[in-house]
């Protein structure tokens, strides 16, 4: 492991590191935030999955986390959305190949090689963290944005027992049914149907559900309704009588300022369940 | 003017404007937060100057700032660190020409056309501020970080009863005595160095000093401690009995993540005044 960088921050240490990634095949970065408390024992960890287009970098300078964890004694994670560089394969659109690896294990070529987001996140890294850093990985919690809160929600229900909480600021919330998610989930899964459940939130809150609390904020005027299908998620959710919160925020739309508005409510709703 | 984009934000909204201005002789770009009090009556401003490279969009992405103005119920106003575009005069280096204007009124070819960023932040964007959105005028404090923080120290100290309170993150405090200065001002102002004086924070401090009270943070860790030179401005402030506080903060650097770390602090320090 490398360290690219380190910047004392809120009385912490944002850091940026690379390294070898097994389930990626390639170098990966990814930003670590650790709030002063780590230098004294292991601290919970929240992990924040961007979405399209972004790196480890966007949440990490945009979202104003750092602020609120450092306030909580909690870790945030920042992983890269997908590998990249020479070798890896890509697309020319902006919502497929490299910034675009939903967190999915893709089976199809050509990019079957790299792009298994899944166990990065799921696996690898946590290991990897677990090895060099002061955090206990028995307390996760885990968030995202848009192709991050897919990320964000699927993990969480696929994996229970895993996160203590689990959040989201505008998920894309049904991709099964929407052009951000069949074509993506077509490309890297192929065109069985039956393979693309396991990464629907909608879906698998409609089966399972969630073990433990989920926060959802959409902004009201973003951009993206239509692709993200928010009512699919909130009918789910009370259906199953799923124990958490669906905000619908008034005037907000899809970036970063959306994201940075609610930042405090997310690290407070996790840390409640992380320091439980 | 024109709006380039309008973003809800913590209750208020974040937009990016363009203008014809006279005074670069060019089209501006500016940042302006407005909290959601604006929408009943003006409210006070704070003006966040940045620095070399920068334009209005670091900040107001990067600082977290928006979390607090909006507790504290008053805009902030980012505008761009020079003239842009085609026609502009430019160097190769990153601290000369555009993306470093030092605020100062250009009195020497190629630069006086356009570079003339004293006369744009002190009088033509309040007058277009004042006409165009619900601001009160009387109720101006100024900040900014390194190049931004020589600019409000300067204008501050040039300008008794404009702001009631000025602060700084890490600026460049005795340009008079630095690389980061006699290159800018002799090539924007000439060789003759009593021009120089009233753009020197330190030399201006020993003079006449600051009609209000005056916070300045600076990082122990800067890796540009040489060249921002803090210890003349430290010293001429106790000597001048100034009403202010000088903060060296133990291991942070000269990044957006210090000026994040401490923006809480300066944002509700200038507030106390507006309000006052």
Redesign the interface.
């Known amino acids: 492991m490398k360290t690219v960088s380190e910047?004392?921050?809120?009385?912490g240490t944002?850091g940026v590191y690379s390294h070898d990634s097994t389930a990626a095949g390639t170098e990966m970065t990814f930003g670590l935030f650790l709030p002063e408390e780590a230098k004294d024992g292991p601290v919970p960890i929240l992990w924040y999955l961007s979405g399209l287009t972004c790196t480890h970098e966007n949440a990490m300078?945009?979202a104003?986390a750092?602020?609120w964890a450092a306030e909580q004694g909690i870790a945030i994670c920042f992983p890269d959305t997908s590998p990249r560089g020479e070798g890896v394969a890509n697309d020319e659109a902006y919502d497929l190949g490299q910034g675009a690896g939903f967190y999915v294990n893709a089976t199809q070529n050509p990019w079957a090689p790299h792009f298994n987001m899944w166990d990065y996140v799921a696996d690898e890294l946590p290991a990897l963290l677990g090895e060099n850093f002061n955090i206990d990985m028995d307390r996760q919690g885990i968030t995202g944005h848009s192709m991050g809160g897919h990320g964000a929600l699927t993990l969480a229900m696929n994996l229970p027992g895993r996160y203590r909480s689990v959040s989201a600021f505008s998920p894309i919330a049904n991709p099964t049914q929407s052009d951000w998610g069949r074509k993506q989930l077509s490309a890297y899964l192929g065109d069985d149907e039956t393979s693309w459940a396991k990464h629907d939130a909608s879906l698998l809150m409609a089966d399972a559900g969630f073990d433990g609390p989920v926060l959802i904020d959409q902004?009201a005027?973003d951009q993206f309704l239509d692709l993200l299908k928010p009512e699919a998620l909130a009918q789910a959710m009370a259906a199953k009588r799923q124990d958490g919160i669906f905000r619908m925020q008034k005037?907000?739309?899809h970036?970063?300022?959306?994201v940075?508005?609610f930042m405090?409510d997310h690290i407070n709703f996790h840390a409640e369940a992380l320091w439980a």
Do not use: P
Request: aromatic share 22%.
């Open positions: 910047n004392t921050c809120f009385g944002q300078t945009k104003g750092q602020a902004g005027d005037g907000y739309d970036s970063y300022f959306f940075a508005s405090e």
